[in-house]
Every structure is written in structure tokens, then in C-alpha cells.
Nanobody, 124 residues
């Protein structure tokens, strides 16, 4: 049973930074994709960034390219999302999600394992 536990959310002013963490336990060590998915009130879920464990391939939504960085620390079984130059439109609940497979999907709906989420609020 895969478990994902996020932390690191909070309230910040525009232009500041936050780092989200996701501790991963019980997952398969090969052919697994991890991602950060966000959902703002009244909006659909958006895959912000993904990372495939097998080869480290990363993807980013256009809205966060150049500002967000996804990374992993295998020694700590932890996934990170470094968020810089935050904007009010980045305000959302951020979820860590994962699934077993040879590649990372673009649709958030295809992720099978989910954390409880951590709230990020950016004020102008």
C-alpha cells in the first residue's frame, strides 16, 4: 500500500518562495511516477510537475515553467516541489500523487495514489 504525506504549504506574499515535501512509503522502486497536482476552488485539477523515478524525467505545466522545480531525495524517500516567484494564481490545494507505469501521464485523473494535500495561499 503506497502512502503519500505532504507538508510545507502555507500563506505567503507574491514573489516569495515555498518548498513542498512529500514522504513516500510502500511504493514500488521501479517504474513509478510521482507528481504534484493542484486544485484551486472552482477549477479542475492541474498536473503542475511530474518526475519518473526510473530515469528522472521531469515535466512541468506551462504556468510554472521556470519558477517551480520538482526533485527527489531517494535517501529520504521524499519528493519536493520548490516554488519560487509565487503568484496569487498559484493559490490552490497541492497534492502529491503517484502511479506505477513506464511514463508519467499528463492527466491528473490517471494518478492512483494520493496524499491528503497541503494548502498554498499567495496574496498580492
Amino acid at each position: 500500500q503506497v502512502q503519500l504525506v505532504e507538508s510545507g504549504g502555507g500563506s505567503v506574499q507574491a514573489g516569495r518562495s515555498l518548498r513542498l515535501s512529500c514522504v513516500v512509503s510502500g511504493r514500488a522502486w521501479s517504474s513509478y511516477c510521482l507528481g504534484w497536482i493542484r486544485q484551486a476552488p472552482g477549477k479542475e485539477r492541474e498536473a503542475v510537475a511530474t518526475l519518473h523515478i526510473t530515469d528522472g524525467t521531469t515535466t512541468y505545466a506551462d504556468s510554472v515553467k521556470g519558477r517551480f522545480t520538482i526533485s527527489q531525495d531517494n535517501t529520504k524517500n521524499t519528493l519536493y516541489l520548490q516554488m519560487n516567484s509565487l503568484k496569487p494564481e498559484d493559490t490552490a490545494m497541492y497534492y502529491c500523487a503517484g502511479l506505477t507505469g513506464p511514463y508519467c501521464p499528463t492527466s491528473p485523473r490517471l494518478f492512483l495514489h494520493w496524499g491528503q494535500g497541503t494548502q498554498v495561499t499567495v496574496s498580492s
